[in-house]
């Protein structure tokens, strides 16, 4: 079963305008967390934000925040400001902790991010 | 402080021979972890290692791949006998005790003729 669920095709942006990319999961594991990671067209993986799934509140980190729905098992990214160096692959991911806090991530399929001047 | 660091950043080998790719972690950080990035797709998990023990091995292909991260020096993954489908990138994480937080190397690029 998949459990990270990226379906957005492909998304465009105006420059300065804020964009918000969908992730939903599967997990019946009641302790998790929930990952955005940016890969530009040179290949890295940079991280970008972290959402417990113990947390109150949604995780912010700059212009990124994270719009997390528990009950509806949705993870979202917000990009506030779009920039040009936002145009990207974007992936979401998730770590069930059934062996402890460090622990494999799944990976979505991403999506594409272009941001237009 | 230097990030998670991997060389060599694009390895080509032909088919048949043994591919060797090494992930240095940040400093402080004795959890790694590999990923396998095939073209248009996320990453796939493979294998997480602390020093001298492999934790979790379940996505790892059950023939020709091995990895470690002895006492001293890098992680390694070890790639015997490549075939045209090994062909991916190579990404190794890695992360302190108790933190969430993975982050990854630059990646290898494998690339088998």
């Known amino acids: 079963a998949q459990k990270i669920t990226q379906t957005q095709p492909g998304m465009f942006v105006q420059e300065k305008e804020a964009v918000t990319l969908d992730c939903t999961y599967d997990t019946s594991d009641p302790s998790y967390g929930l990952f955005w990671y940016k890969q530009p067209s040179s290949g890295e993986m940079i991280f970008l934000i972290y959402q417990g799934s113990y947390d109150q509140q949604n995780a912010t980190e700059g212009r990124y925040s994270l719009n997390f729905q528990k009950a509806r098992k949705s993870a979202n990214l917000v990009i506030s400001a779009s920039q040009l160096g936002d145009s990207a692959m974007y992936f979401c991911?998730?770590?069930?902790?059934?062996?402890?806090?460090?622990?494999?991530?799944?990976f979505g399929k991403g999506i594409t991010l272009s941001v237009r001047p | 402080n230097a990030g998670v660091m991997q060389n060599p950043r694009h390895l080509v080998r032909r088919r048949g021979q043994e591919a060797r790719l090494r992930c240095s972690p940040m400093k402080g950080h004795s959890h790694v972890y590999w990923y396998r990035q095939l073209p248009e797709e996320g990453l796939k998990f493979m294998v997480y290692?602390?020093?001298?023990?492999?934790?979790?091995e379940s996505g790892m292909p059950k023939e020709r791949f091995s990895a470690e991260f002895p006492k001293e020096g890098p992680s390694i993954l070890r790639i015997q006998q490549v075939v045209r489908g090994d062909s991916a990138a190579y990404f190794c994480?890695?992360?302190?005790?108790?933190?969430?937080?993975?982050?990854f190397g630059p990646g290898t690029r494998l690339t088998v003729t």
């Open positions: 994480a890695s992360s302190p005790p108790l933190a969430p937080e993975q982050y």
């Open positions: 991911a998730m770590r069930e902790t059934t062996i402890g806090a460090n622990s494999k991530l799944t």
């Open positions: 290692l602390q020093k001298e023990n492999i934790i979790d």
